[in-house]
């Protein structure tokens, strides 16, 4: 016994590929559709139209097409309002809970289409019935009684469409290869950036502690100065090594001009986190004195807000590093909205945790030199990430120096 | 001043995803496209059908934007001859000249439609006018005269289109990652060379030396027994490895039942030449009594043809070796035709060599436990690839296994 | 103007490398030797005994020489009393003060020779006046007006030696290759596991997601279940993925059985975490009958102490996650004494915090897809360490098997 | 029954870590030592001698380890001549052969010492009666009738002893990791070569084809037109994506200015080399001022010698490749001897063939963004090797720009 639904989908369907996903996901779960209509648009610029009929051997099935394909922007002809159901505890989901993309999405409810707010992939769609509001809320925050989105009727996603002039950004979308042209690249990084600090936009910096190993803290610190840098999300031992160099000139106990160990050079790092100690945070050691240049230094100089988060392998930590990981996790969602682009540098772990939080419209770059990373992060359905297979010690400097020569020229 | 042209497209352009990618083109190449005709296929067992006027702003953008999309089975409305200039030496092309894709294609040649024989990529299109017969020839074969086609007018490409029924082989189309069911994707690969054999096709395996040094050779050796195998490429490392631990136990000196080298160990690699030598070949060798088993040993025993090409670094090589890379090639390009699969394990050189000569309807399965071997072969462009990110040492023992018990079960 | 102090070396100094190391040292820091004494054992068994000379260009460097071949063992002449300061705050280090390795360690406190409790590198010796002890403290720990070591003299560490008798564990030391006979190595550990719990060893697991996403976890379970594994250390990630399996038979909207994602499968991760918050931990949904199989609900049958220790890319989490990062530390610290084994599967960030944590003589097996992963974690200085280049999903099945055939063999 | 021989070692035994290994090998293969003499050099300048006494358990066992530790230059006391036999047919070797390190060896022969010419690993030492002399001949150059010697007695190896100052080339001895600082390397690789070339010493490149994809064309053009290049090894590859870089500006059709493809640039590579067919060689394409700049052409302009050895993944070839991979060998073979430095940049194949090739004294410096391949290529025993974790697109830019700087300053 055949049961059917018909859905709608508008916009750059064709040439932004959501056409092509859309008619893929029905196959692949075994369903069938008959297109009803089909505008489509007569110039590039014009938006296209479709109305399918998706045919489906039973009801079970017809609801896996309509779940999958809803994230596309399918959505049902007839426009209902959401269901919702409160929650039967904290961090306690109704069953048929939806859960959300990270592409922008709005709810009907009580015949209004709300935006959902604080987008991010894998959240429960919480309802406030009296503000007539709706955010995306992580299971850990989920309190007793919240009304949380079930099923996708209601619901409305709008995939990014293919940007219509291809941009600096889109130049090497979505593939990672070492075999690229590194200078060209990174002067086409710089280019963006400085495009988007033209435009008022945020600019958020995820590193990892190699930045400073492979000598490019120096760099990064400049980037941070000149402005470049709104955010930096990291580690305890970035912050670490970076003060540990701007004392003693090491990371790790390694003398960072001459790539060699110095003699009892292994007890920098505990004494690096000790000075930070005694003044008791990073921001009064700078004020003492004590840390007079590197990352850290130039991020309290211009008061960019950063979060440390603490991990399993973390010595010290330094008193600035939040050790609760669900606590930073928290500081981090904070400080993202507004973000329009992130740079992700030498870190997997918290490159990936950014990345689960970020909307599908942020810009995203990553730099590492294994090309694994680089495939982990960008498969996580971010439509405008660029993978560079590179060295941080020498991708920052060659970066430092494009934004320099670019600036100038503008 | 616009100029414009109109092509059409036909098949399952859609759910193949064949229309965006035109669309795409067009849009890259900064073109611009109106739809004539649309004839969507209204179930997804219909072919649908598309007329399309590209506007560019000049002859040389249209031109540019048609020899894109002309790779797409997109092709001009007035059906032409193929255009066909001689080549003015040995491997020298006329100005022009048509390059391949790994598509099965058509040229019309005196107004009939001619199939082009030996499809592989990036190669010349050479036309017989007397036996009315056209082949993909590779530069390092062209000869002075040959009348080779010029642009793509007249030429037909019939990209792949995506299979209706999700068979075996597609469940991990496309991607690769080390987190995946180990286990389930070799059974699958099982399955599918069970299926593959009852179907009457010919499977080639191209192995790296990395299969003797995990200690898999036992296991490949009985594949090939089984008579799953019918082609073997290789490199002289391989079959040199493989003889060394049929004649002494080690692979370069190590003994794999202890995996600790052995006294005067490295030896052993070049005795075990020494002996091939005494022998006169492989082929003599085992009829010789000297060699008793082993990968080559079973390929002699059934007797199936093997490529082992000469590369700079071997030793010795073994007489069967064809050290000149073009006569190797040449022979390589012989045995391909009329593969149905390939299995590409632990090599990325010989896998790429065989990757490049392979229509694209033939099936490959990768296995490498490097993810960065792997994406690289992926990308060449195989439509029906897996790969797999694991250790040859565990894959074919598990490999064999499945063969074995999936075969009983049938 | 020279300066100079006389050490002395003793015990399997020469065949277990320490002398290289030392003459190295010397050399590197720019000091030359004279040796006065240089019995060296006449047979393989006896111990050797040296008395150097070391001259140096000042105190500077001598210091530093004396700083460096200290960790190897070479104590002065003439024995003196460890120097301790106070502490002048919580986590503020006195300066010189001395940072242990991760070798068994004594320090000389009125004239008594107090072995060094709790060995883990990176930290403070903190002597204990009173009851006479000292034990390595983590800077987090350390309390103001803690009696801290200072400098290396009364310091005696004993770096360890080579194994007289090659073990089974010995036979691949210290390098890590893709390129090893996986079976034969999967077979010894096996037997080195079987052998260590004979003698009554505690065996500690590392793991990573990446078991339960490659298929692994019904191996692991099994491994457990007959009694292997006595503490598991991991992350939210692990726990999460297993309970999944275990309710749905996905990881991540994977079916493991098929190796495709299922219709709403991407909920399943939130489901699984909600189920568990439903019961309110772990062992709760065990008793529940809510959780029925899988690595988790091994480890709660056989009542197997595990630390989860939550990072910033958690989801949920589980509600035995430990979200603070030092409280995790402080629990793995709490565990890890007395056991004989690490066994590391798939990740690296667990795996490094453990290993940190180890004294030197634990022995260590490290297994990765990834060999810089393997190369970073063996670097840290494990000595009885074996990296292994292999997939979890193929590693931990042979392993389970290899464990069944030789334990039915004793 | 024990059996037992004497053998002697001299020089800097100790500090070089000879002593450690050969007492390491005696125990590995199970046998015992007493030491008869041990003078140590008394200063860091001083060599040492030693005489041990080998017990063994029989002929077979003593054997194996003077066949070790051979190796490592202990030598018989009472020193007598090689013994050598004919070999019975061309590439047949006679049993027992003796196969050579790639360190300094010399052979006993009617009484007189011979040194080894054309050091190389993994060859026969053929005696010369007449001319007395003695050279390193590979297998596949053996003729029938050659005095190959037999045995380690009356062979010499000379293993390189640890530089009494460590140089720049040392500072980073022996390890592969990301985590250095880039800048700092590449300057001390500026500061080696520089130094060599005031010296006169000659340096060779093996590249990949990596060099022109990432960019770095016009940087190792440069190198090699400032005179810091002798040789060039590379395959078909590098030189036609550098002509095509020149001809057209694209590598496999990438503008390597905007890192895009353009429009029909996937011909650009068979235009390429069909250029320098119709030319008939790269020398008379430069003279016909076909080609212009680049890699290729600064090798013609500075006759700097180069093989291109062909490979089975070729396209074309040029006609500058030697296809034949033994040829190529052998002109590899006569190019090495007086080269004191080999840079390897991204090639993983051509890398190997050439460090096989080179005796132990000759500086390596591998580059590779790939760690598991600079293992691979440490791993082959090469004494003076520095491995640098990079991209070629960012490292051969950096380093032109030191030398520039670095040769200013001198």
């Known amino acids: 016994m055949q049961v059917f639904r018909e859905v709608e989908l508008e916009g750059h369907i064709i040439d932004s590929g959501i056409m092509t996903k859309v008619f893929d996901k029905i196959m692949d779960k075994g369903g069938n559709f008959e297109i009803i209509v089909f505008d489509v648009g007569k110039r590039k610029t ?10 489906a051997d039973d009801d079970q099935q017809l609801a896996g097409i309509l779940s999958e394909i ?7 002809l007839e426009e209902k309002d959401v269901t919702v159901l409160p929650a039967e505890g904290n961090r306690i989901v109704p069953a048929g809970f939806y859960s959300s993309t990270h592409h922008p999405t709005s709810v009907r409810y009580h015949g209004r289409l709300i935006p959902v707010q604080h987008i991010k992939m894998d959240c429960l769609i919480v309802v406030d019935p009296l503000a007539m509001e709706a955010r995306c809320t992580p299971l850990s925050k989920l309190k007793k009684g919240d009304l949380v989105v079930v099923g996708e009727e209601g619901v409305q996603v709008i995939p990014p469409e293919r940007p219509r002039q291809v941009s600096n950004f889109e130049f090497m979308h979505g593939t990672v290869s070492p075999e690229r042209p590194s200078e060209t690249i990174i002067a086409k990084v710089a280019a963006e950036m400085l495009e ?37 999300f990291a580690g305890n031992a970035l912050a670490v090594h970076d003060i540990e160099y701007n004392l003693y000139g090491t990371s790790l106990g390694m003398d ?23 003044s008791g945070s990073i921001r009064k050691a ?4 004590v840390i007079t240049s590197g990352i850290m230094y130039e991020c309290i100089r211009r008061d960019i807000p950063y979060v440390l988060a603490g991990s399993i392998r973390d010595d010290g930590p330094l008193p600035d590093v939040i050790t609760d ?16 682009m992130v740079l992700m540098v030498a870190t997997l772990l918290h490159s990936v945790a950014v990345g689960n939080c970020l909307p599908s419209y942020v810009k995203t770059i990553c730099v590492d030199i294994n090309p694994s990373s680089l495939t982990k992060l960008m498969d996580r359905g971010t439509m405008h990430a660029i993978g560079v297979v590179s060295d941080a010690g020498t991708f920052l400097p060659f970066l430092e120096e494009q934004l320099e020569i670019q600036s100038r020229e503008c």
């Open 325 to 340: 990981s669900m606590e930073a996790q928290d500081r981090m969602l904070e400080l993202i909205p507004g973000c329009s």
């Open 70 to 76: 809803h994230r596309y922007g399918a959505h049902l």
């Open 196 to 232: 988007l600090k033209r435009e008022g936009g945020k600019i958020a910096l995820v590193g990892g502690p190699a930045i400073i190993h492979t000598g490019a803290a120096p760099a990064l610190a400049a980037i941070i100065r000149k402005g470049y840098i709104d955010i930096l």
């Open 256 to 278: 960072l001009c001459t790539g060699k160990p110095v003699t009892g050079g292994h007890k920098n790092h505990l004494s690096a986190i000790s000075e930070v100690m005694r």
């Open 286 to 289: 700078v004020e003492d004195g």
């Open 46 to 55: 014009d938006p296209s139209y479709a109305r399918l009929r998706i045919n």
